[in-house]
């Protein structure tokens, strides 16, 4: 059965799904749709038939959009913007997580008397491999996670929690390195040191390569426009 508010909101959150469109212009939009929907049905028609006509005679989200960004000009941008940022503070903390692991794992080698040599490579491959892990379980896993995290977290409560993760995990990190200064001589911790840069300098070369390849498969998953 046609459930005129459900399919408002429906229509709704397809109008904002267009990053052109603010909360304030679907206001003015659903205001301007619900006239228009009591107007035809006082001369007759039903829910559902005002209901399609109205949303004809608006049009799409995407045609909405189009109309909305000659007015708002700066908005895709500010919003394009803010989403880029919010990559880097993710990008941070993916990495503190990373950091975290590895210098636990040195210190745990060390513990464990393994060799110079070893421990450095393993702890960058450790970072490497958390950091990846990690990297490619937000971007592939992005939708459950909003879908879980929706109407439970505010944006600004979200970007607060990742820069308090942010620096815990830091001091953390720096917490563990130097105890695995202090639990070695110098010229262990320079052959880690240079064994560790070696990796570094293929993580170097080979992460621009990964960067590509996942903007690649994102850019060719995207929704299709029909014509």
């Known amino acids: ?72 000009p700066s908005l895709a941008w500010r919003r394009r913007a803010f989403w880029m940022f919010f990559g880097i503070l993710v990008s941070m903390l993916v990495s503190g997580i990373a950091s975290l692991c590895s210098n636990g794992s040195a210190v745990l080698l060390t513990w464990l008397n393994v060799d110079a040599y070893i421990s450095g490579v393993a702890s960058v491959a450790v970072y490497i491999g958390v950091f990846m892990m990690i990297m490619f379980s937000v971007i592939f896993g992005l939708s459950v996670f909003t879908k879980a995290m929706k109407n439970r977290l505010s944006v ?4 607060i929690l990742c820069m308090l993760s942010i620096v ?10 130097v105890l695995r200064v202090r639990l070695l001589d110098i010229e262990t911790v320079g052959k880690m040191a240079l064994a560790s840069s070696y990796i570094n300098m293929a993580w170097s070369v080979l992460w621009p390569a990964i960067v590509g390849v996942m903007l690649f498969v994102l850019w060719s998953s995207r929704p299709q426009r029909v014509r």
């Open 156 to 159: 600004s409560m979200t970007l």
């Open 1 to 72: 059965m046609f459930q005129l508010d459900t399919a408002i909101t429906n229509w709704r959150n397809s109008l904002l799904s267009n990053q052109n469109i603010t909360d304030g212009n679907a206001d003015e939009l659903e205001s301007h749709l619900r006239d228009e929907i009591d107007s035809l049905m006082l001369s007759g028609l039903t829910e559902e038939e005002g209901f399609m006509i109205s949303t004809h005679r608006i049009g799409d989200h995407r045609e909405v959009g189009q109309e909305f960004a000659k007015v708002n």
């Open 168 to 177: 815990i995990l830091k001091a953390a990190a720096i917490a563990f390195n």
